[in-house]
């Protein structure tokens, strides 16, 4: 693909000729990648989740969007309302860049409300005649009739001093009646960094200082973080840029994971454990929670990661979001499950028993691209499980399991196309408990499992041919006792 100049990466959307975007809009539905059931961009590319919320008996779930192409430009707001966060209303554009602050671009942010109505806090984005960036903190009022008025000035006009330029992500929550905001930041010694503020009226901001941690340098960036009380325990998620891998830990190009423990909103420190990452797979970047209708912590992440280039890119669209998740605290550990509502999809019920020996096995009831499968281990003597989905006879996604030491890992360096740079072509992570099963959601281009009923999830796209639609199970040696549960997905958007 040829590269993108400055001034294309800059175009305004409202400029472009209609019969460009229709033409860009074909490409993109004739995409063979093109997902059934996750929310993804109708064009460009698609990243950051923003603005998620339950308001009035439905959810706003927006996202960050760059309308001409599969690359990083001027940003927007696009939106969706949903009554079960699985069939969603397209609400089109939400937050334009459409003031000097926001020129470059309408960055990530978060929806609270105030006095019963439905505001935006946001960042935005400008760039002075050298190219230097301005980060500045702004607030939208959402009408009833879905538009969206911006304050006049930003409530919070610079970072404090100290840090950079890379000021930006807020996330508002209310405690005791207080606002706050955290917001991601750089400091002058070039470590990402999380600070705080408070308002009682959302126009004033009063800058409460940074949060205390125990990790003092931990990456150049921290973005899109995000504060959280669960089931008596403390959470702050954060997104850390520049981390050195350690085993098989921080393999991606940048992270995104949460430290536990207990904060002192007062005091500003937070006493916690180490920082986990949410997700090992491939691709997961910039999750935000939000509470349900129940009362319930939902995350949703962008299933993608920044600077990589990925095979929808020349079809002209790039990224998706991931499937809803509901987070909970048992034991002292986080556990991340598939939403239920998700079940209204399922359609085709499939079940088997069987075993899995070192002879693969192929279970032709399971082809298929867009399904759930849970897999349910019975019993296990092999030394190590294989499970091949989207399998033909020179392609498949292959997951291991080592019965030894717990040890999971997804593999797909014979999954077709793969994302450049290729950072590496197997993910894998410790499981606490042996395994006992698998659940996975696999759509068009993508796989979320969730191992151990949510003990670990790992998310990845992949990219295999039309003819992937096999499923293989075998062992390394010995036999597993294994039940199959599996169901076609229907799409819900």
Not at 54 to 60: A, F, H, S
């Amino acid at each position: 693909m040829s590269e993108w100049t400055r001034d294309e990466r800059y175009q305004r959307y409202e400029d472009i000729d209609q019969e460009v975007m229709d033409e860009l809009t074909e490409r993109v539905n004739q995409s063979k990648y093109r997902q059934l059931f996750h929310i993804q961009p109708k064009t460009g590319l698609l990243n950051d989740p923003n603005g998620l919320i339950y308001y009035k008996g439905e959810y706003y779930i927006s996202h960050q969007w760059f309308p001409l192409g599969a690359v990083h430009g001027l940003k927007y707001w696009y939106t969706y309302k949903s009554k079960d966060l699985i069939n969603f209303e397209d609400q089109g554009i939400s937050l334009k860049p459409d003031t000097k602050d926001d020129s470059h671009g309408v960055y990530s942010g978060s929806a609270f409300t105030y006095h019963n109505n439905l505001y935006y806090m946001y960042t935005g984005n400008h760039r002075d005649e050298n190219w230097n960036r301005k980060s500045t903190q702004h607030i939208a009022k959402v009408l009833d009739n879905g538009e969206v008025q911006k304050f006049p000035k930003a409530v919070i006009a610079a970072p404090p001093s100290g840090y950079t330029q890379h000021f930006r992500d807020p996330k508002v929550f209310v405690k005791d009646g207080i606002y706050y905001a955290v917001i991601a930041a750089q400091n002058e010694d070039g470590y990402g960094r999380i600070l705080q503020y408070q308002s009682t009226d959302i126009v004033n901001w009063t800058f409460q200082g940074e949060i205390k941690t125990k990790l003092e340098a931990f990456g150049f960036m921290w973005e899109c973080p995000d504060y959280f009380n669960l089931d008596g325990f403390d959470l702050l998620l954060f997104c850390p840029q520049g981390i050195e891998p350690e085993g098989e830990k921080f393999r991606n190009i940048y992270q995104s994971g949460y430290i536990m423990g207990q904060y002192d909103i007062d005091h500003l420190v937070m006493d916690h454990g180490d920082f986990h990452e949410l997700d090992y797979g491939f691709d997961f970047y910039a999750p935000q929670t939000f509470t349900d209708e129940f009362g319930d912590r939902i995350l949703i992440g962008w299933m993608g990661l920044p600077e990589v280039t990925y095979p929808t890119d020349s079809d002209g669209w790039a990224h998706c979001l991931t499937i809803p998740r509901i987070l909970t605290i048992e034991q002292g550990n986080l556990k991340q499950r598939p939403i239920k509502a998700l079940q209204q999809l399922r359609t085709n019920k499939e079940t088997a028993l069987g075993y899995a020996n070192k002879f693969t096995r192929f279970l032709k009831p399971y082809e298929g691209k867009q399904f759930e499968l849970i897999i349910d281990i019975l019993e296990n003597e092999a030394t190590e499980i294989y499970f091949e989905i989207r399998a033909s006879k020179s392609q498949s996604l292959r997951i291991a399991y080592n019965t030894k030491n717990k040890k999971i890992t997804l593999d797909r360096s014979e999954s077709g196309a793969l994302p450049e740079p290729v950072e590496g072509k197997t993910r894998s992570t410790y499981l606490d408990t042996p395994l006992s099963q698998l659940q996975m959601f696999v759509d068009t281009s993508s796989i979320e499992l969730f191992c151990n009923d949510g003990e670990r999830v790992m998310t990845s796209r992949i990219f295999t041919d039309d003819d992937a639609i096999g499923f293989k199970a075998s062992t390394e040696s010995g036999q597993a006792f294994l039940n199959f549960t599996k169901y076609d997905i229907k799409g819900g958007q």
